[in-house]
């Protein structure tokens, strides 16, 4: 067992995810710092990769398949999600 999307795709799909969930958010942006921009990048690549790690000892899936992708993307943009509602 073993996390063979790789460190660069979890990176990918988190920062994208995170980032699209703080901008189409709605409310308002005003006054937002780029910190909490790349915070939010950085929720959605932890969240990718746990997302993924987690399926793959539970045995949901195996490595490589769709689902794992796609539960990667799904966590990425579920955790950008509250974390922007939280912090606007």
């Not at 006054?31 to 790690?53: H, Q, R």
């Not at 966590?75 to 939280?86: D, E, K, P, Q």
């Amino acid at each position: 067992m073993g996390v063979t999307m790789g460190f660069l795709a979890f990176l990918v799909i988190g920062a994208l995810s995170g980032a699209s969930s703080w901008i189409f958010y709605p409310g308002s942006t005003s006054g937002s710092k780029p910190g909490k921009f790349l915070v939010v990048m950085l929720f959605g690549f932890i969240a990718a990769a746990s997302s993924s790690f987690i399926g793959q000892y539970t045995g949901f899936f195996h490595s490589g398949q769709m689902l794992e992708w796609l539960t990667a993307i799904f966590a990425a943009c579920l955790f950008g999600v509250i974390y922007s509602a939280l912090a606007k």
